[in-house]
């Protein structure tokens, strides 16, 4: 906005905090936040920096069920049953081609063939059958509604530049995270929520950091960035009243803050106060929403048996899938998970069964609880990590035990509902499952194809920075129409 | 080394002293009529003013004839206006000549009947200049009726987009945009780097720099590169300041070259894509076209009552006026008496999601008087499948969300009579078996939970075990 303008549209705001100050009092105060910031929308219709989005949405939010540490797609998704004649077969040079190796293995002698040990079947779906691991038997018992991509690739080799690529477009930190952008861009639908949430779940083995840089604004406004709800405790930290302060002390404590941050505003201009203020209010009609959210005693326990048993044990998977249906019924845009614990170097075979164990059920309950309500239509679920794991095997090999050092070149996601298409996969890797044959995806053509869904024009949602325009996927990135229904 | 062009320019600068000097003038003249004027001081004021007027008369003339050379502008208001202001300034010359000779009586009237010519010339003229730079129904637009008849101009009826699908595509989704747009500055009476946008022969017949659209490749069309320019870049068009094309309107125009930028009849509406359609006429939004357009209908104070209850509305898509509802925030405060509130927004409420609140039977018949309703959440609500009869009045409604909500066998019949009914949710409705199946077929889907797949084959030599 040119800044001229927004300087106007501030001080009619400023008016209008004034009214509120002196006449009806505060609670209309959190009506005037609402929007993609600062200025009262001229039109109330106005939701978000676009106002409304570019296409009419398949998908009205979405839960990316991110696996953290990148599991490893021969291990679940990506059957390769040549390679148990290839057991302790050197990879050929052919294939590994020229790929950078990282530091854990760049010093192995050789790079010996680990097939996977585990037994694959094959589920019914919509084309000729969809080959799942012995590891998931209940996602693959949903394969009907899976749409799975083995052909994801990214430019990363490591975990931070990794996971930051997937989440923000970029693998240096300081760019807006994907749930900042669908926020910045589309606004809320609950007044009482934030429009981005995330929420972690702690694995087995080998954890990588995660760091609340991930779900960052950027330099997008901070109201944007995502809220992270705890697994144990208060959910929100610092949301609930202190003894013996009652609601009412609350809000006359806010409507004084506001004034005076109001004032401060009025002096510099500066945004990121409003940006404060609204954050003050959204945490105050949070300390009502937050307990009423996460209150699952009112659900059936047939519902609760969906999720598998841990589903009662706050900050666990099952939890945290069961938590991401109730924010996706209230409307809330993008529900981040991140389930820790995938990055199986050696004894692999033991940490993923615990891992896929801890996963399987809930993440089929939660695509099957979303069929019943008849949300799956328009709510897109993402599972996958940041990268996958190699082919070769690092440190020892034995038929039952091996581990595997990351791999870039491709690695298996999948959507389920939100518009794109049932029952299918997409993309084919070689025999080794170390190259891309056929319809590579980059991380670029994800987003882009995440935002298609959600009605965004990936190349028309973009914010001025330093002088130049900016948007999640740089300047690459095209829909992959082929996943769309 | 001053261009040309420049000299050219500052022809909207000149042209408004000789405006300025001749109505100055003529109060000199009329007050010499009714004081003494025989003063050498008069004479001299008198003889001044003249000169100045002839002077700025004939710049205005020579600026504004370089400035048509640039060739920015055609067509007959510019020749009018050309012709007219330089007869103006040779008028000026004479009108000088005769100023600083004349001094019988005769001379002097004579003189005075030049002057209000030269001022009758000079509105004519400065009015052809104003519909160029304004475009031609600028003055007319608001002028009372009968002053519209005599400026002679009274604006084109627009071209309304007809529903008729015998129609050309050019003309249902193309001409509507130029005419809109652009036809001010690039139509019969002004022809803009001497390009014409008003009919399909003068957009395909190009401008001064060569054909604007060049079939099959809008990133190549000049018309395409003008619209897609930063707006603050000389060369945008519409120019900065005048109203914008909506994206929509320009991905319209972009795939309309890409598809051959053919105005032959006979393109199927079902070859346009679904994103362009809400160009199209609607035939359930009461005639209005554009979504600003459209709130400036709906009530606004009401829009800001139903959102200070922290009821969501939002539009669909950016161009598309109609709404989609939902109740997040307050859900479990959501009555049949909430309903009843937003039927002055009926008309274009699309998506109503009433999911997990406490509406009963008692708001669906005001649901049936949504007309442009196609998606309907009733998902863990009070109703019952008396009550979703009135629903067969929806002419439009194509998904219904009914999991969770005890109902039975008689539903069937009721969904079966709702005419665009696509898909509906029956998970934990209670409707047997036998209902399901009577439902599902053919038009209907009927969704309740995902079937889990079957186990089709099994690796024979896996390693494990």
Request: hydrophobic share 40%; charged share 20%.
């Amino acid at each position: 906005m040119d800044p001229l303008e927004s300087y106007y549209r501030h001080i009619t705001r400023r008016s209008f905090f004034k009214k509120t100050a002196t006449g009806i009092g505060g609670l209309a105060l959190g009506s005037l936040l609402n929007g993609p910031g600062f200025a009262q929308p001229a039109d109330p219709l106005q939701r978000g920096a676009l106002g409304a989005a570019h296409l009419a949405p398949k998908a009205k939010r979405i839960i990316y069920l991110f696996q953290n540490g990148a599991p490893s797609q021969l291990d679940l998704f990506d059957y390769k049953p040549g390679l148990v004649d290839q057991f302790d077969k050197d990879l050929p040079d052919s294939i590994r081609g020229e790929q950078r190796v990282t530091g854990m293995t760049s010093g192995q002698s050789r790079f010996p063939i680990a097939p996977s040990m585990f037994k694959f079947s094959r589920y019914q779906n919509q084309q000729d059958g969809l080959w799942v691991s012995e590891l998931y038997p209940h996602t693959g018992r949903m394969a009907n509604e899976l749409c799975v991509v083995r052909t994801l690739f990214t430019e990363a080799i490591n975990h931070e530049p990794g996971i930051t690529f997937l989440q923000t477009g970029n693998q240096l930190p300081g760019r807006p995270s994907m749930g900042s952008w669908i926020s910045y861009g589309l606004g809320r639908v609950n007044e009482n929520l934030p429009a981005f949430v995330v929420m972690i779940s702690q694995g087995f083995g080998n954890m990588q950091a995660i760091s609340n840089r991930l779900w960052s604004s950027g330099f997008l406004p901070s109201e944007h960035q995502g809220v992270n709800f705890r697994g144990s405790g208060d959910p929100v930290l610092f949301l609930s009243d202190p003894r013996g302060i009652s609601r009412a002390d609350r809000r006359r404590m806010l409507d004084a803050v506001a004034k005076l941050n109001q004032e401060e505003f009025d002096r510099t201009q500066d945004p990121e106060i409003l940006t404060r203020i609204a954050q003050y209010e959204m945490a105050y009609r949070m300390q009502m929403s937050v307990p009423e959210l996460t209150n699952i005693k009112e659900e059936t326990p047939a519902t609760l048996d969906l999720y598998g048993p841990e589903v009662t044990k706050p900050g666990s998977f099952a939890y945290n899938c069961l938590m991401a249906r109730r924010l996706a019924e209230r409307g809330v845009r993008f529900i981040q998970l991140y389930n820790r614990g995938w990055d199986q170097h050696g004894n692999l075979p033991h940490e993923i069964s615990l891992q896929a164990r801890a996963t399987d059920q809930p993440q089929a309950g939660l695509l099957q609880d979303l069929k019943q309500r008849g949300m799956l239509d328009d709510t897109l679920v993402i599972w996958g990590g940041e990268f996958g794991r190699t082919v070769y095997c690092q440190g020892g090999l034995s038929r039952t035990n091996y581990g595997r050092d990351h791999h870039p070149r491709c690695f298996t996601v999948w959507m389920a509902g939100g518009g794109v298409k049932p029952g299918i996969s997409y993309g084919k890797t070689d025999d080794y499952g170390y190259n891309i044959v056929e319809h590579g995806v980059s991380v670029h053509d994800f987003h882009a194809t995440i935002m298609h869904l959600l009605g965004i024009e990936h190349e028309r949602l973009t914010y001025r920075y330093l002088g130049r325009d900016f948007r999640l996927t740089d300047v690459e990135g095209n829909v992959i129409r082929d996943l769309l229904v | 080394m001053i261009k040309w062009e420049f000299i050219g320019r500052l022809h909207p600068l000149v042209l408004h002293v000789p405006i300025g000097l001749i109505f100055g003038l003529l109060l000199i003249e009329g007050l010499s009529w009714v004081v003494d004027s025989g003063t050498r001081a008069w004479r001299v004021c008198r003889k001044a003013y003249m000169t100045l007027l002839a002077l700025s008369t004939v710049a205005a003339a020579v600026t504004g004839y370089i400035l048509s050379l640039e060739g920015q502008t055609d067509g007959a208001t510019l020749i009018r206006h050309k012709w007219l202001g330089i007869t103006a300034a040779v008028v000026s010359l004479v009108l000088w000549i005769l100023t600083i000779k004349s001094n019988t009586r005769v001379q002097a009237v004579f003189r005075v009947l030049v002057l209000w010519g030269l001022c009758a010339l000079m509105v004519v003229t400065g009015h052809f200049g104003g519909q160029l730079t304004h475009g031609p129904h600028f003055l007319s637009t608001h002028a009372p009726p009968a002053l519209q008849a005599f400026l002679g101009s009274a604006p084109l009826e627009t071209r309304q987009p007809s529903a008729d699908t015998s129609i050309t595509l050019y003309g249902a989704l193309i001409q509507p945009i130029l005419d809109s747009h652009c036809v001010s500055c690039h139509g019969p009476d002004r022809q803009s780097g001497q390009f014409a946008v008003h009919t399909a022969e003068a957009l395909m017949a190009g401008g001064r720099s060569g054909p604007a659209v060049l079939p099959g490749a809008p990133q190549d069309s000049e018309l395409m590169k003008r619209l897609q320019l930063p707006p603050d870049e000389a060369g945008h068009m519409p120019p900065q300041g005048k109203a914008q094309l909506s994206p929509v309107q320009i991905s319209a125009l972009a795939w309309w070259i890409q598809a051959g930028a053919s105005s032959d009849p006979g393109v199927n509406r079902d070859e346009i894509p679904q994103s362009l359609l809400s160009l199209l006429p609607q035939p359930d939004t009461t005639g209005q076209s554009s979504p600003e357009e459209i709130s400036s209908h709906m009530d606004e104070a009401l829009m800001r009552r139903l959102e200070d209850q922290q009821i969501s509305i939002q539009r669909i898509t950016q161009d598309d006026p109609r709404l989609w509802i939902s109740f997040p925030a307050i859900s479990d405060r959501v009555t049949d008496e909430t309903v009843k509130q937003l039927m002055p927004l009926a008309p274009w409420i699309a998506w109503l999601d009433l999911s997990d609140t406490h509406v009963t039977s008692g708001a669906l018949p005001w649901i049936a008087q949504m007309p442009a309703l196609t998606e309907l959440n009733l998902r863990h609500t009070g109703i019952d499948a008396e009550g979703l009869k009135s629903l067969v009045q929806n002419p439009n409604l194509e998904r219904l969300n009914l999991s969770g909500i005890s109902l039975d066998d008689t539903v069937v019949e009721t969904l079966l009579n709702m005419p665009h009914l696509k898909r509906v949710y029956l998970w934990g409705s209670n409707v047997s078996q036998a209902g399901l199946q009577r439902l599902s077929a053919p038009r209907i889907e009927v969704i309740t939970d995902a079937t889990p797949s079957e186990v089709l084959s099994t690796d024979p030599n896996a390693v494990a075990e």
